[in-house]
């Protein structure tokens, strides 16, 4: 995933610096927005990157946008991938109360933790649901005493309700934790339901938002000499960044576009005029 990666110096500062407070016990919640194509995964895989560099562990939940995926799937992800670096011992030693939420959760979990297999349901039951939520709290948070976490939250706006709610759950322990978790969301229509709006604005209270924009002109020349492998002459620089707004997804293909229906003889210059 790690590829060119222009224009986000301040941006992506700012996450380290949480980073850094997670590591030292201080967690937080950072939630990225712009709109699509603008950079939002891969702002958050440089973060992890750097975390996994600083000695934490990165865990991904990625949202599915159609159908069929069950309630709380980005998290049970991130359970899983988090289960998968752990002896049983230890895995149990996580959630020594709540073995049988986690069971529920990741049902492929259930032999090393000593429950039976019982697939999660939508929970309609408030304390139904506090249980299950202490339960992931507590799991991720007790194994971010060995080990920082930075949890990533991909695609936001392709999320269930419940995991919206685990998510506004997890901010409360995220902060004295040595957690670290970021979401990423896209600003785009429709709308998003009322729920999920009441978890975005809490998150906007309570953690830190970091909203993504165009690249400027000199930053789209830098990318565009990146995809490219040529030194862009300023005006197609200039009629890129027009067209795209600087957005880099548009800006790669449009070069990506140009430097493929330029003739050979051209391909080999050494700039895109």
């Not at 799991?139 to 685990?166: E, F, G, K, M």
């Not at 993504?212 to 830098?222: F, P, S, Y």
Request: aromatic share 6%; charged share 25%.
């Amino acid at each position: 995933m790690q590829g060119a990666f222009i224009g986000r110096d301040r941006e992506l500062a700012e996450l380290v610096a949480g980073l850094l407070d997670a590591i030292e016990g201080r967690g937080g919640v950072f939630l990225i927005t712009g709109e699509a194509g603008i950079g939002k995964t891969a702002l958050a895989d440089r973060l992890a990157t750097q975390g996994v560099a600083r000695g934490a562990l990165a865990l991904w939940g990625r949202c599915w946008e159609g159908a069929g995926a069950p309630p709380y799937w980005p998290w049970a992800q991130i359970i899983r991938t988090l289960a998968g670096e752990l002896d049983d011992g230890t895995l149990r030693s996580l959630v020594p109360s709540g073995d049988a939420e986690i069971a529920r959760l990741v049902p492929d979990l259930a032999a090393r933790l000593g429950e039976s297999p019982d697939p999660i349901h939508e929970i309609e039951s408030d304390a139904e649901r506090f249980y299950l939520f202490e339960a992931v709290a507590t799991y991720l948070t007790n194994a971010s005493s060995a080990q920082p976490l930075v949890l990533v939250l991909d695609d936001l706006y392709d999320a269930d309700r419940s995991s919206l709610l685990l998510l506004r759950f997890m901010v409360r322990d995220a902060r004295t934790s040595r957690m670290l978790v970021v979401a990423t969301y896209r600003e785009a229509e429709p709308v998003p339901p009322p729920e999920a709006e009441d978890v975005f604005a809490a998150l906007a209270r309570e953690g830190t938002v970091i909203g993504l924009g165009g690249l400027d002109r000199e930053e789209v020349g830098r990318l565009v000499e990146e995809v490219s492998g040529t030194v862009p002459a300023p005006a197609k620089v200039s009629a890129i960044h027009e067209a795209t707004e600087g957005n880099p997804l548009f800006v790669r293909e449009v070069t990506r576009l140009e430097v493929a229906q330029a003739p050979p003889d051209r391909q080999e210059r050494s700039s895109i005029s």
